[in-house]
């Protein structure tokens, strides 16, 4: 009964709603007035676009599921014929601004939409953009938009060059795609370390871009690169979240999950294939030595380490490697301390395995080149002092 009273207005809705957008073939390119609105592309996100009046139009920037942190992601492309000026509010719901829109017409080159052009209002929860927008389509993202498919080609073109590196499928999503390890071994070398990235979607800064930089180190010609890839087997999960990255998530798996709460109970495929994948290596004779956990977060950069409790039962890496940093480099490390018992991954390389871990944390909106320059940098201390411990 409930259902029938609001039939007439159901029925108004769907009225206006089919006579005022007209969705093309693809069925996520849809024409509202003037302006074409692109969501159709892998990490796109803006849940409702309504036009208000001439100019001014309204975006829905909602989760995949709540309860979530605050971190609303968006990703989208707009283009008119008319070449105009817009209004566009994000509309978060519950939910703060949290990312500075950056705006790309190619998806790899990408600037920051000038602060003259963004009003934030903390009370309504909402940011207007104010956007030119021509016959090019212009692309506006939370951050960098970075799709499983655009990881994995970065990792099939670094493996030209280095054949020693393997591309494995270690498990399945929730979404039954492949999830992939890289793998670079020795024989008779059993020291080894584990580079995880982008657990979080939207953590792009240090997820993907602060990783690549530290892995092409790692991976680069350099006689101190060569040198540790030949001391240390080196393991990596280069995009732990692909589902989450091209459904263009807030911040969870596509069970709605966030993957770095759950390094206990281990309810995922994406946390238990890294499990499965290591607890095996260990079996084999293999010693995981050192883990990273790349992310990015609003008031990074900082390493988050283990509180003092068993640092004295360690090998000392994560003190001699920031000193080693603070020492021979520009770089400061902020060392921020958590208790053992959280469900977060280096916990897990702590208390499962045994081995030194840290979340490497990078900022949302530091400077890229700076962030490139810092995982470079990072990259050399740690191997150094890595070869320095001569481990084993
Ligand atoms: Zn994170």
């Known amino acids: 009964m409930q259902y029938l009273k609001k039939l007439p207005l159901i029925l108004l809705t769907v009225f206006i709603t089919i006579s005022c957008v007209k969705k093309d073939k693809t069925g996520s390119q849809t024409s509202i007035g003037e302006i074409v609105l692109d969501t159709s592309f892998a990490g796109a996100r803006l849940n409702k676009f309504q036009k208000i009046k001439e100019g001014k139009y309204v975006g829905y920037v ?7 942190n605050s971190s609303p992601w968006f990703a989208f492309g707009l283009k008119s014929e008319k070449k105009q000026q817009i209004e566009l509010q994000l509309k978060y719901g519950a939910y703060q601004h949290r990312y500075v829109p950056k705006l790309s017409y190619d998806k790899i080159n990408w ?8 009003k934030i209002d903390i009370v309504q929860h909402t940011a207007t953009l104010s956007l030119n ?4 389509k212009l692309f506006v993202a939370a951050q960098e938009i970075e799709s499983s498919a655009k990881t994995y080609s ?5 493996r030209l060059s280095l054949p020693g590196l393997k591309k494995v499928v270690a498990g399945k999503t929730v979404l039954d795609n492949d999830n992939y390890v890289l793998l670079h071994e020795n024989e008779n070398v059993t020291n080894s370390v584990v580079f995880i990235a982008r657990q979080h979607p939207p953590e792009i800064p240090g997820g993907t871009i602060g990783f690549k930089s530290f892995f092409e180190t790692v991976f680069s010609d350099s006689e101190l690169a060569r040198l540790f890839r030949q001391s240390f087997n080196i393991y990596s999960f280069p995009l732990l ?4 990255a091209d459904l263009g998530n807030w911040r969870h798996n596509a069970n709605g999950v966030d993957l770095n709460r759950d390094w206990i109970e281990f309810s995922q495929p994406e946390t238990q294939m890294v499990k499965h994948f290591l607890e095996k290596k260990v079996k084999e004779g293999m010693k995981i030595r050192f883990g990273i956990d790349f992310h990015t977060s609003y008031s990074g950069p900082y390493l988050l380490v283990l509180d003092s ?10 003190p001699d490697w920031i000193a080693q940093i603070e020492k021979t480099t520009n770089f400061k490390v902020q060392a921020r301390r958590r208790s053992q018992e959280l469900p977060y991954c280096y916990n897990y390389f702590f208390n499962e395995l045994g081995s030194e871990a840290v979340t490497y944390e990078d900022g949302d909106e530091i400077d890229r080149t700076i962030i490139k320059e810092k995982a470079k940098s990072h990259a050399e201390e740690l191997m150094k002092v890595l070869l ?3 481990i084993g």
């Open 309 to 318: 409790i068993n640092e004295t039962k360690t090998n000392k890496i994560i």
């Open 133 to 136: 927008i021509s016959s090019r």
């Open 388 to 390: 320095q411990k001569k």
């Open 241 to 244: 979240n692909p589902d989450g």
């Open 154 to 158: 970065w990792i099939d073109s670094l």
């Open 111 to 118: 600037k920051p939409l000038e602060s003259s052009k963004i």
């Open 62 to 68: 909602l989760p995949e599921n709540e309860p979530i």
